[in-house]
């Protein structure tokens, strides 16, 4: 069984930043991958960013390339997603997932058996 915790949502204004943050239970780390997704109201859940918690590339979605970066830290089992130049579109319920995706499905929702419970992200002026 995973556990996630997402924290560091919250109420921004649009070019600001967020940090949000996904705990993950100590012994689920190691071969995993840890990623972001998002769903905005009347849409469907998106992919944001994914790393492997063993290292690698990290993968983001074109709409928030060069914006957001995932950062582990390996003291407290922690995956971050720094959020800068925020916009009025990256408003959504921001959702950390674990799994153990092969290459094609890191970037989608198959990929990840376990979710968090969601963080409200708002950007708005």
């Known amino acids: 069984q995973v556990e996630l915790v997402e924290s560091g949502g919250g109420l921004v204004e649009p070019g600001g930043s967020l940090r949000l943050s996904c705990a993950a239970s100590?012994?689920?780390?190691?071969?995993?991958?840890i990623a972001w997704f998002r769903q905005a109201p009347g849409k469907e859940r998106e992919f944001v960013a994914a790393?492997?918690?063993?290292?690698?590339?990290?993968y983001y979605a074109d709409s928030v390339k060069g914006r957001f970066s995932i950062s582990k830290d390996t003291v407290m089992y922690k995956l971050h997603l720094q959020m800068d130049n925020l916009k009025p579109d990256d408003t959504a319920i921001y959702y950390c997932?674990?799994?153990?995706?092969?290459?094609?499905?890191?970037?989608?929702?198959?990929?990840?058996?376990?979710w968090g419970q969601g963080t409200q992200v708002t950007v708005s002026s």
């Open positions: 997932a674990a799994g153990r995706p092969i290459v094609s499905t890191i970037t989608t929702e198959r990929g990840y058996g376990y």
């Open positions: 100590r012994n689920t780390l190691g071969n995993i991958a």
């Open positions: 790393r492997r918690w063993s290292g690698g590339i990290p």
